[in-house]
């Protein structure tokens, strides 16, 4: 499903137009993922997440990461600048994961083309996911889990 990401009125109204939804924002399925390079091998791993993105599921999912790390291999996790990417509180576990062989670098601002899991969306929502408009989240959700699954995608 495309989504509108602006509107426009006409000035002097005051009210702006609003696009009906079927589901509000209950139609929304949101992933946090990591896109892994081990030698020559690439590796899509993704979470499904409850509500929006925020700094308390970021950390859960660095977490996850974490405890798989190897201490004497470095893995290295390039995030953006999104807020809830630099948290206090993901600042404070860093020292933590560093000592587990897990390191938090970033991205410089304003290069989401650096930003190569970017790509992977973009190949999932445009080219593996049909462009429509879904009767129902589970018919969108089993769409997803189809373009995840030619995606090779592991779920953590």
Not at 4 to 30: D, H, L, V, Y
Not at 48 to 63: D, H, K, R, T, W
Not at 94 to 114: D, F, I, S, T, V
């Amino acid at each position: 499903m495309l989504s509108i990401g602006a509107t426009w009125f006409k000035r002097g109204s005051g009210k702006q137009f609003e696009i009906p939804t079927r589901w509000g924002s209950s139609g929304r399925i949101n992933l946090i993922g990591t896109y892994s390079f081990h030698g020559t091998e690439e590796q899509l791993e993704v979470r499904e997440l409850s509500g929006s993105c925020n700094g308390e599921q970021v950390i859960a999912y660095l977490e996850t990461l974490a405890l798989q790390t190897v201490p004497d291999q470095m893995t290295v996790v390039v995030l953006d600048n999104a807020p809830f990417h630099k948290g206090a509180k993901l600042r404070e576990k860093a020292a933590e994961w560093e000592k587990k062989g897990l390191y938090l670098r970033y991205l410089p601002p304003y290069a989401p083309m650096l930003n190569l899991i970017e790509e992977v969306w973009r190949k999932l929502k445009g080219i593996l996911m049909p462009r429509r408009c879904y009767n129902s989240v589970n018919e969108l959700r089993e769409a997803l889990l189809t373009g995840l699954k030619v995606l090779e995608t592991r779920f953590i």
